[in-house]
Structure formats: structure tokens, C-alpha cells
């Protein structure tokens, strides 16, 4: 299930551009340097690299763009980092001025085996400690069930898709579901609602949406999908 060896110093690039535009939007050389505290000059080089091995799409003067590929791998470590601070406040009661720094430590080494154990234990948590989305794991389940009986993490294989949920779109999308995460009664809920695998959910977004409630439309059928739900309801992008 690993991929190959990837450096630290390119996946927190990678990170970093997802955290900036997950939704595909351009990132700054600028913010980027601000971001990492790198010298532009040094940021670059380094998106230059990082176009050379297929993981974004660099615009001189403009900024960068994650690939597919790219988009994986950054979603991939920002779950285990979100993961880790989940694990590391609610659990062992780390001091929270020192959560994020130890979670970027341990990221890196976290495999994906004891990724799925620690999401087991937590509860498929949807939120880290700051409120931010937790990405979907990288396992070809369509929900948290399929996950519970599957038993031999070696039997598990990788989604070959990326997936953004309802609350991380932030412009006009449309896609189709393929993963619901959550416990059962929370399954059942969006169950009731009509939402499941495999329907087209088309997405408008309103910079001045009011309340947390994000109207979308599944296969013609107007919804207000409350946050909690939008957070674990998961198209493919």
C-alpha cells in the first residue's frame, strides 16, 4: 500500500498548497514563503522540482497548482497531522501550544495502518482540535462500515480518486458521492435524507451563505445539508 519515499521537505510543500488550495486555486510564491519561513528565492527552485515530478502545475510569477498526484499526497499527510492533533489533545492531553508542532514531527513516520487505528479510536473524527477538516481517508471504502469489517489491513487497497467534502468546497462544484464517513446513526441520518453513494451532488457556492447550512442538489432534489453532515459527505474531484 506505501508509495514510494517522499521526502519531509516535499510533503510539507505539498501540505502547505493544499492547505491554500485545496479547490484548486493558485498559490502565491509569496504565501508560500510566509507560510514555510523559506526565502523566495528557495521556494522556486523548489516548485520547479516539484513540477519536474508531476505534483503541481507552476506558473512563473503566479503561483502553483496541486496535480492529482499531488492533491493525494497532500491530503494524505494533512489527515495524519489532523489525525495526530486529534489523538494528541483529546487523548494523552498534550499542552496545546505544543500539539502542532509534535503532530508535524510524528506525520511523517505515522503509517497507514496506525493512521486507520488511531481514526478506529477516535471515532472517525471529522474535525482536528482547530476546527479544521480532517480529508477522508485514502482506503477504497465507500463508508466507515465497510472500513469496521475489513479486518486484514493488508486485504485494504488505496481509492484511486482524490475527495473533497461538502464544507471544504469553496466555488462552484459538481461530482459524484463516493464516501460517507461517520458513525452508524450518523450514516442513517444521511441515509434518511436521501444521500447516498453514487448520486451527483451539485454545489453553488455563496460567500454569504448564512448559518451552517450548505444547500446543494442531489440528482434534482434540492437539500440544506447541516454542517456535521457536510463535513462527512465526500464527492470525487
Known amino acids: ?21 485545496s479547490n484548486g486555486e493558485q498559490v502565491s510564491t509569496t504565501k508560500l514563503s510566509k507560510d514555510l519561513c523559506i526565502a523566495p528565492g528557495s521556494v522556486t527552485q523548489m516548485l520547479k522540482k516539484l513540477e519536474n515530478l508531476g505534483y503541481i502545475v507552476y506558473t512563473p510569477y503566479k503561483g502553483a497548482t496541486l496535480t492529482d498526484s ?3 499526497i497532500a491530503q494524505k499527510m494533512t489527515r495524519k497531522h489532523r489525525i495526530l492533533e486529534k489523538f494528541l489533545t483529546d487523548v494523552l492531553k498534550i499542552k496545546e501550544e505544543n500539539v502542532h508542532e509534535q503532530a508535524c514531527e510524528m506525520e511523517h513516520t505515522l503509517s497507514d495502518e496506525a493512521e486507520r487505528a488511531l481514526c478506529t479510536m477516535l471515532h472517525n473524527p471529522d474535525l482536528c482540535p482547530d476546527e479544521n477538516i480532517i480529508p477522508a481517508c485514502d482506503f477504497d471504502f465507500d463508508s466507515c462500515k465497510q472500513c469496521y469489517s475489513q ?7 488505496n481509492r484511486k480518486f482524490n475527495l473533497l467534502s461538502i464544507s471544504e468546497l469553496n466555488s462552484d462544484a459538481e461530482g ?3 464516501f460517507i464517513r461517520g458513525n452508524n446513526e450518523l450514516l442513517d441520518d444521511i441515509s434518511d435524507m436521501g444521500i447516498k453513494i453514487g ?4 454545489y453553488e457556492y455563496n ?27 465526500f464527492i470525487r474531484v
Open 1 to 21: 500500500m506505501s508509495e514510494g519515499k517522499i521526502s519531509e521537505n516535499i510533503e510539507e510543500y505539498l501540505e502547505v498548497l493544499y492547505r491554500n488550495g
Open 207 to 233: 460567500e454569504n451563505r448564512v448559518g451552517n447550512h450548505y444547500l446543494v442538489t442531489i440528482d434534482d432534489n434540492e437539500l440544506n445539508i447541516p454542517s456535521d453532515m457536510a463535513h462527512n459527505i
Open 176 to 178: 459524484i458521492i463516493s
Open 151 to 157: 479486518k486484514d489491513f493488508d486485504q485494504i487497497i
Open 199 to 202: 448520486l451527483t451532488l451539485k
Open 70 to 72: 499531488g492533491m493525494k
